[in-house]
């Protein structure tokens, strides 16, 4: 029988391109999502890739009861990946309140309805933005983490205390968080990648926009950084190494290989790649030139940040594979294919 891993945020971004290589890895998959920023009808493009359409249930994980009568209608789960969160660092600073409650509070009903199941294993999507501005590069999971610089951030350092203190009064639970740098690109099929609504804070998806004339001009925050051409600094790898990430921990949980119960790995190339040098692999691979100019920088930026990606390696047997182009060409190749279908 297939081991039965629940996708939270399963219709999102990093959610689907994780259902899918779950599913490919032989889990059997349910996804959960309120489709507050997604579409249930990526459940249906999932299986397009797959050949295996999953099951995606419609709710919101900050309904405690909702969840308790989902887990009363499926046992035996082996592992939950949770993505569901609010994730827009600029509106996280105008509205706090709205990120703590949202994250926070989905990820406490998750802990608790897991213990209550006794469901073993947890796989916790973190991000590096935990680290602040670091002194030393590139980072190791023993960087110490700074305070938060937005409440979107500060979510994900708290929901890893919540995990750590959860996990350490309760022997029955494990849990990894994964640290995760920045993710970019889309599945080769095309068939789920980004869908940002409105107008996109992330780097990738306004190269891409401009690119195809959805916006008039990219902004590059700041040239006058401390960094070899100026502009910052970020370790950009693709979705698709990153989701394949997400298996190997389900495995290292549901095999017991895990050496603690609580578990962090950063998840980067190891290479830390500037905003001009980003917007040089989008002309390359598109032949095409962006229309961008320098603007001031953003606030709240870091400097720059890029991992080192060794533990991941070594424990998780993970390591990225595709290179920066290639990450860039399926971005592209994805927003082409969403502007010119209509499906
Ligand atoms: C940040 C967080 C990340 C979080 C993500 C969510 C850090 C290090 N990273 O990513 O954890 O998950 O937000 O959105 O805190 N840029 C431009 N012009 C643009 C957009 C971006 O120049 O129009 C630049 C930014 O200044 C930055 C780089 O591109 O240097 C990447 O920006 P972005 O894609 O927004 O990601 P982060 O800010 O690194």
Same mark, same amino acid.
């Given at each position: 029988?297939?081991?039965? %891993?629940?996708?939270?945020?399963?219709?999102?971004?990093?959610?689907?391109?994780?259902?899918?290589?779950? +599913?490919?890895?032989?889990?059997?998959?349910?996804?959960?999502?309120?489709?507050?920023?997604?579409?249930?009808?990526?459940?249906?493009?999932?299986?397009?890739?797959?050949?295996?359409?999953?099951?995606?249930? &419609?709710?919101?994980?900050?309904?405690?009861?909702?969840?308790?009568?989902?887990?009363?209608?499926?046992?035996?789960?082996?592992?939950?990946?949770?993505?569901?969160?609010?994730?827009?660092?600029?509106?996280? &600073?105008?509205?706090?309140?709205?990120?703590?409650?949202?994250?926070?509070? !989905?990820?406490?009903?998750?802990?608790?309805?897991?213990?209550?199941?006794?469901?073993?294993?947890?796989?916790?999507?973190?991000?590096?933005? &935990?680290?602040?501005?670091?002194?030393?590069? @590139?980072?190791?999971?023993?960087?110490?983490?700074?305070?938060?610089?937005? @409440?979107?951030?500060?979510?994900?350092?708290?929901?890893?205390?919540?995990?750590?203190?959860? %996990?350490?009064?309760?022997?029955?639970?494990?849990?990894?968080?994964?640290?995760?740098?920045?993710?970019?690109?889309?599945?080769?099929?095309?068939?789920?990648?980004?869908?940002?609504?409105?107008?996109?804070?992330?780097?990738?998806?306004?190269?891409?926009?401009?690119?195809?004339?959805?916006?008039?001009?990219?902004?590059?925050?700041?040239?006058?950084?401390?960094?070899?051409?100026?502009?910052?600094?970020?370790?950009?790898?693709?979705?698709?190494?990153?989701?394949?990430?997400? %298996?190997?921990?389900?495995?290292?949980?549901?095999?017991?290989?895990?050496?603690?119960?609580?578990?962090?790995?950063?998840?980067?190339?190891?290479?830390?790649?500037? %905003?001009?040098?980003?917007?040089?692999?989008?002309?390359?691979?598109?032949?095409?030139?962006?229309?961008?100019?320098?603007?001031?920088?953003? @606030?709240?930026?870091?400097?720059?940040?890029?991992?080192? @990606? !060794?533990?991941?390696?070594?424990?998780?047997?993970?390591?990225? &594979?595709? !290179?920066?182009?290639?990450?860039?060409?399926?971005?592209?190749?994805?927003? +082409?294919?969403?502007?010119?279908?209509?499906?």
């Amino acid at each position: 029988m297939k081991k039965k %891993v629940i996708v939270t945020g399963g219709t999102g971004y990093i959610g689907s391109h994780t259902a899918v290589e779950l +599913i490919s890895a032989g889990y059997e998959v349910i996804l959960i999502d309120n489709l507050s920023n997604s579409e249930a009808s990526i459940a249906d493009r999932i299986g397009e890739i797959t050949g295996i359409t999953p099951i995606l249930e &419609v709710f919101d994980l900050c309904d405690a009861e909702r969840l308790e009568s989902f887990l009363r209608k499926n046992s035996d789960i082996e592992a939950i990946v949770h993505f569901a969160a609010f994730k827009a660092v600029s509106e996280s &600073v105008s509205k706090p309140l709205k990120y703590y409650r949202n994250n926070l509070l !989905s990820l406490m009903n998750l802990l608790e309805a897991m213990t209550v199941h006794n469901i073993p294993s947890l796989v916790f999507s973190s991000s590096c933005t &935990v680290y602040g501005q670091p002194g030393i590069l @590139p980072v190791t999971e023993e960087t110490p983490v700074q305070p938060a610089l937005s @409440p979107y951030g500060n979510t994900k350092q708290i929901g890893e205390e919540i995990i750590r203190d959860t %996990v350490t009064a309760n022997n029955r639970l494990k849990a990894v968080s994964l640290r995760y740098f920045n993710p970019i690109g889309a599945h080769p099929s095309s068939r789920i990648g980004e869908l940002p609504r409105g107008v996109p804070e992330n780097l990738v998806p306004f190269i891409t926009q401009t690119a195809i004339g959805l916006r008039e001009t990219l902004l590059v925050y700041g040239n006058d950084y401390n960094t070899p051409d100026g502009s910052c600094i970020r370790d950009y790898l693709h979705v698709v190494d990153l989701a394949k990430a997400h %298996v190997e921990a389900v495995n290292r949980l549901a095999s017991g290989k895990n050496k603690t119960n609580y578990e962090i790995f950063n998840l980067g190339t190891g290479n830390g790649t500037s %905003v001009l040098e980003a917007i040089e692999s989008f002309e390359r691979i598109s032949g095409k030139k962006l229309n961008y100019k320098i603007a001031g920088r953003r @606030p709240g930026d870091i400097e720059k940040i890029w991992a080192d @990606p !060794s533990l991941a390696n070594q424990e998780l047997g993970w390591k990225t &594979v595709s !290179s920066l182009d290639e990450a860039m060409r399926s971005a592209w190749k994805w927003e +082409i294919n969403i502007r010119t279908k209509t499906d």
